[in-house]
């Protein structure tokens, strides 16, 4: 606090007689000792405008800074990096314009000196390295590439030809790329197939999404490709190539879905019927025949181990069967071979009765006797002979008879 007392004349001259006092607050005084550390910023970082005089050009400190440029006696102000007067635009639009001409005109330049390369230019079809292919021959591949020889290598669309690639079946993913100065480097990822597919007296072979894929001669395969594959797989019928993609697919999907859940017991499958989706039938060799086997469409490998634990019980007690329907539940309907009878013995003189339990019609009865002397059905006659057998009933005792002469 700063006290002004009056004023004293000496030798003419009035002096003021100033005192200062100082006051300093109690709790000013206790914290003297200990400095803050709390301090306000705020002025350190405050932006500072630069006052510049009228004359030279500079704004007031509340207006934005715009530069200006002077020509001449032209002067002209430059706001977004474009000039607001018309002469300004015009310089400016010229600039650009003249900018522009002389990098349009090198690229030109560049690229004529590029296609007039001879180095650039394939020589020949050696050129063009082709790897991942086993079974498609670097002939049918070369194809593909046929106009591009003798062609600047600039000038070839990549993308083009990797399209007409995979349009070959047998090509999944293709790769195409440019080896300058004049070579090409081609990958191919081949399908996979999973089974040989029947159609009439043809046998071509089918991928897991369904394409066909056209048998070829080990004769074809590229020297410097892998060794042809031999493929051990079962013959899939139920899929032709007049059937949408999406049916294909659908179907190929059930097959792979089958052949995963019995594992390593699908080698010994020799045929499988997709035409419905509803019941995968196989044919599954058993000495010199096969047995056709009813698996629905659900719990594969459940009904194969069934059919596989009764198999020698059915084969002891029906020599001739053909077929075995395991899609019901506690029941097996057994159907014979053309032209043979269903064994029975003395005691029961009908197929045995199905499970209590059974969720299905029982099989066609069995006559007992010689069919000459048996009355016929009112049903339609069906083409085999059938027996119900159920599964979890106790094995005979005694071995069946021959049917009577």
Known sequence: MTTLRSGIKKDGATVLDTAVTTRVPQKARKSAATPSLRRDLGEDFAPRRTSIAPVTGMVNEDEDFVPSRRFGGLRFRLDGGIPRSVIGRVLYGTAFLAVLAVVLGGAWEARAMLLANPRLVVPSSSAIQITGNSHLSRAQLLTVFGEDVDRNILTVPLRERRAELERLPWVEHAT??????????????????????????????????????????????????????????????????????????????????????????????????????????????????????????????????????????????????????????????????????????????????????????????????????????????????????????????????????
Do not use: C
């Not at 080896?179 to 009439?200: D, H, T």
């Not at 017991?265 to 044919?283: C, F, Q, Y």
């Not at 209590?356 to 048996?374: H, L, Q």
């Open 176 to 405: 195409v790329m440019r080896l300058l100065p004049n070579r090409f480097r081609v990958a191919i990822v081949e399908r996979k197939p999973v089974a040989f597919i029947r159609q009439g007296s043809s046998i071509s072979l089918v991928d897991a999404n369904g394409v066909l894929l056209d048998m070829t001669s080990d004769g074809d395969s590229d020297p410097d490709a892998a060794p042809p594959v031999h493929y051990s797989f079962p013959v899939v019928t139920g899929i032709a190539a007049s059937d949408p993609m999406s049916v294909r697919a659908s179907r190929m999907k059930l097959f792979t879905r089958f052949t995963h859940d019995l594992g390593d017991d699908a080698k010994n499958l020799s045929e499988v019927d997709l035409s419905s989706p509803e019941d995968v039938k196989a044919l599954i060799p058993d000495g010199a025949s096969d047995i056709l086997v009813h698996f629905g469409d659900d719990r594969f490998l459940h009904r194969y181990q069934l059919y596989q634990k009764n198999l020698p019980g059915w084969k002891k007690d029906f020599p001739k069967m053909a077929s075995a329907d395991m899609r019901y539940e506690h029941q097996v309907v057994l159907e014979m071979q053309p032209g043979s009878s269903v064994p029975v013995s003395d005691a029961p003189a009908t197929a045995p009765k199905p499970a209590a339990d059974a969720t299905t019609a029982p099989a066609t009865p069995v006559p007992a006797k010689p069919a000459a002397k048996a009355k016929p059905a009112p049903k339609p006659a069906v083409k085999h002979l059938t027996a119900a057998f159920d599964v979890h009933a106790k094995p005979k005792t005694t071995p069946p008879q021959a049917p009577p002469q």
